[in-house]
């Protein structure tokens, strides 16, 4: 399974961004998929998350401000970012969870993306 992420870049703060992944390869199904986060100096966080059935889980610091989003016919995923602070400048990675492909485990794998770079400046 390949991850290809785009949609970062230099934002103002109160600005907007949104990011998307694609997933390509055999894949017969994704459980989870998901966007972290790593600032320099710190660790990789989970900024939100998204099931097959639409349930979504946030990181407190961005509730209210991130929508995540997922069309699964596609396999893609999308992270809309409103309300960007300084604090939110990382490289921003998408992640699937438990995905299956043809001939592959049925339990599946986790598989990531590269990262892309968010900038926001003050």
């Known amino acids: 399974v390949q991850l290809q992420a785009s949609g970062g870049g230099l934002v103002q703060a109160g600005g907007s961004l949104r990011l998307s992944c694609a997933a390509s390869?055999?894949?017969?199904?994704?459980?989870?998929m998901g966007w972290y986060r790593q600032a320099p100096g710190k660790q990789r966080e989970l900024v939100a998350s998204i099931t097959t059935g639409g349930s979504t889980n946030y990181a407190d610091s961005v509730k209210g401000r991130f929508t995540i989003s997922r069309d699964n016919a596609k396999n893609t995923v999308y992270l809309q970012m409103n309300s960007l602070k300084p604090e939110d400048t990382a490289v921003y990675y998408c992640?699937?969870?438990?995905?299956?492909?043809?001939?592959?485990?049925?339990?599946?794998?986790?598989?990531w993306g590269k990262g892309t770079l968010v900038t926001v400046s003050s």
């Open positions: 390869g055999s894949i017969v199904s994704i459980n989870v």
């Open positions: 992640a699937v969870h438990r995905a299956r492909i043809m001939g592959g485990d049925l339990y599946g794998m986790d598989y």
